[in-house]
């Protein structure tokens, strides 16, 4: 099987869009992308469309119908927080097979303001007086104090990556948020759930990303590989049972077990990356990530990000778009923007962040809740020599 590529690519300026429609805000990510590739609708196969909270709309079908209905097939998926790297994966899988030569993947999601989750859980157990809440802060605040009481991580630890992302986020115009918070702000901000302060959560966002995905005998046919990105791995899991698990959701146990499965897929480590846009939903989840990407030892990620080293400029620049604490975090279309950021970095197109020399970039989101489990998905990118 042949090598597969991102041969376009592109994001919407993610913000909150209440007078356009959610088909609307796809459509206009779609188009991008196939700008970014020089192609037209007409000559995709296939589109895969991620959407989480409008799952049932047919939202793909609804696209076509503002860009071309070419009566191509479509599949929509919903998979939490990993919903449109879950369509990007599985439109990649569907080149990968040799059913096609050319896919479009759109992620797309319109969102309130407010806090997430906290709806109930079906098996039984109940949070509230025991763990905390079900709301994502909560649960995410949950998973910090207990890296906290393993390793002694701080709260100005936790918070310094609330300085770190915002600062990259002033160097990109597709980001909802471009201010810098300093860490004095940060730790004094409203206190949502400790150790997350309101300054330490992603922001509910509208916003669309869309990748055009090409086999390799495409993408040269098409002439397009003097900017195609590479797809060197694409892995996926949920969450293998702990006993942890049946109180607290395990994000660790399943990021851990796809970054492994992606780096043996890429026959590379986690020492080759040149940058990192991982799954920063709240700080706290951005310092264990550190470790379950590999990126330091178990305990060391308080001392990562002490270091500077992911920073813009250091050893391993991590969410260098800002991140979703300061980008957004539109859950369906999260994971093809970060593939967006990779891609450009790969490319060398990203201006004033530019990671000198990326050459090798990896992907990460995480998503779940209580009594639900979890979808990770991992892509490792690789700059078209």
């Not at 449109?84 to 990968?96: L, N, Q, T």
């Not at 309130?112 to 025991?130: I, N, Q």
């Not at 049946?246 to 077990?257: G, K, M, Y």
């Not at 178990?298 to 400029?313: H, K, Q, R, V, Y």
Request: aromatic share 4%; net charge negative; glycine share 12%.
């Amino acid at each position: 099987m042949s090598d597969i590529y991102i041969v376009g690519i592109d994001m919407i300026p993610f913000g909150r869009f209440p007078e356009t429609s959610l088909p609307s805000l796809g459509a206009k990510a779609a188009l991008l992308a196939l700008d970014d590739a020089d192609v037209s609708i007409g000559q995709i196969q296939a589109m895969f469309c991620g959407n989480l909270l409008r799952a049932s709309s047919m939202v793909g079908q609804r696209i076509l119908r503002e860009i071309g209905q070419t009566g191509i097939p479509v599949s929509n998926t919903a998979n939490a927080c990993a919903t449109g790297a879950s369509a990007f994966r599985e439109g990649y899988i569907a080149v990968k097979s040799g059913l096609y030569d050319l896919v479009l993947a759109v992620g797309v999601e319109q969102m309130g303001k407010g806090l997430l989750g906290g709806s109930g859980r079906t098996d039984g157990f109940v949070e509230e007086g025991v763990l905390g809440s079900g709301t994502t802060p909560a649960m995410f605040a949950q998973i910090g104090m207990a890296h906290a009481r393993e390793y002694g991580t701080t709260f100005e630890q936790f918070a310094k990556v609330a300085v770190k992302n915002p600062h990259h986020s002033t160097m990109n115009p597709k980001a909802i948020s471009r201010r810098e918070t300093p860490l004095a702000e940060v730790m004094e901000a409203e206190m949502i759930s400790y150790p997350l302060t309101k300054l330490m959560c992603s922001i509910n966002v509208d916003g669309a990303a869309a990748a055009v995905i090409a086999s390799e005998a495409t993408a040269r046919r098409l002439g397009l590989m003097d900017r195609a990105v590479r797809v060197r791995a694409s892995e996926a899991g949920t969450n293998p049972f702990t006993a942890r698990e049946t109180a607290l959701t395990d994000f660790n146990a399943v990021t851990r077990n796809v970054a492994d499965a992606a780096f043996e897929r890429a026959g590379i480590g986690p020492e080759d990356l040149d940058l990192v846009e991982l799954h920063d939903c709240f700080a706290t989840a951005e310092i264990v990530h550190y470790e379950n990407l590999r990126l330091c030892r178990p305990g060391g990620a308080g001392a990562l990000i002490d270091s500077g080293e992911t920073g813009l400029g250091g050893r391993i620049p991590v969410n260098v778009s800002g991140g979703l604490l300061s980008k957004g975090h539109p859950l369906g279309a999260t994971g093809i923007a970060n593939l967006y950021e990779v891609a450009l970095h790969l490319r060398g197109e990203v201006g004033q962040r530019q990671v000198d020399g990326a050459r090798l970039g990896l992907t990460h989101v995480c998503g779940g809740g209580p009594g639900t489990g979890s979808a990770c998905v991992i892509h490792v990118l690789e700059r078209a020599a």
